[in-house]
């Protein structure tokens, strides 16, 4: 459990999936915009299989699945995918939370607990975080942490029915030695202003 405060991230447990179940039925309207889709058929809604093929990725080392977990409360999901080791070693981080705890800065203070982890105990080396140029208000969560602007993948997901431009942003270990939460709840992230391309 990596933990700060009220706020609280646990690998997920295939018990949990009445529980996200109904967090993202209940709020098609908040995730639909920025949810990932198959291209090639129908969403699957099936929670437990889905949580079973993230517990996989774990088990081969892929992947890290944890639940968000505000006053003891699920709340929402944070997956560490496609990790990397050896030269490379990096990883992607994918977020949604309720509406309801929305705006209480939960997600960046869990992505800060889930970067450290990965830095510290994992070892990894470079986090990347792909994002919707729509997406203002997760553009805010990376800002809020520093993450640097690299580019943009055209075409990268499937997303709510069609392929997607994501924004990529990324830090690496060496740009936020004295630790990602630390320096979020310090107030000492560097102010970062992004210029997208027109
Ligand atoms: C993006 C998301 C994860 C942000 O989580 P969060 O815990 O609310 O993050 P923060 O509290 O730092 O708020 C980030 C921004 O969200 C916006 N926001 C705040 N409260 C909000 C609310 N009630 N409703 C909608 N947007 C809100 C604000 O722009 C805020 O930035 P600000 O603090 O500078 O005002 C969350 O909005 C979400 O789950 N959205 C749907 C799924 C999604 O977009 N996932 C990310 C895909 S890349």
Redesign the pocket.
């Known amino acids: 459990m990596l933990t700060q405060g009220d706020i609280s991230l646990r690998i997920i447990r295939t018990k949990d999936a009445k529980t996200i179940e109904a967090l993202v039925l209940g709020n098609r309207e908040?995730?639909r915009p920025?949810e990932a889709t198959n291209p090639y058929g129908p969403v699957s809604f099936d929670f437990k299989s889905q949580i079973r093929s993230l517990l996989r990725q774990l088990e081969r080392s892929e992947g890290m699945p944890f639940v968000i977990l505000y006053q003891g409360e699920i709340v929402?999901q944070l997956n560490v995918a496609n990790i990397l080791h050896g030269s490379v070693s990096s990883c992607v981080i994918?977020?949604?939370?309720s509406?309801e705890v929305?705006?209480?800065?939960?997600?960046?203070t869990t992505v800060a607990l889930a970067m450290d982890y990965m830095f510290n105990a994992v070892g990894i080396h470079r986090v990347e975080i792909d994002?919707r140029p729509e997406?203002?208000?997760?553009i805010?969560?990376v800002q809020?942490l520093g993450l640097r602007y690299e580019g943009l993948k055209k075409n990268y997901i499937h997303i709510n029915g069609d392929w997607r431009d994501h924004y990529v942003f990324a830090l690496t270990f060496e740009e936020a030695k004295d630790g990602v939460l630390n320096r979020w709840m310090q107030k000492k992230v560097p102010k970062i202003v992004y210029h997208f391309p027109k």
């Open positions: 908040w995730l920025w929402g994918g977020y949604w939370i509406p929305a705006g209480k800065g939960i997600t960046p994002i997406n203002g208000a997760s805010r969560v809020k």
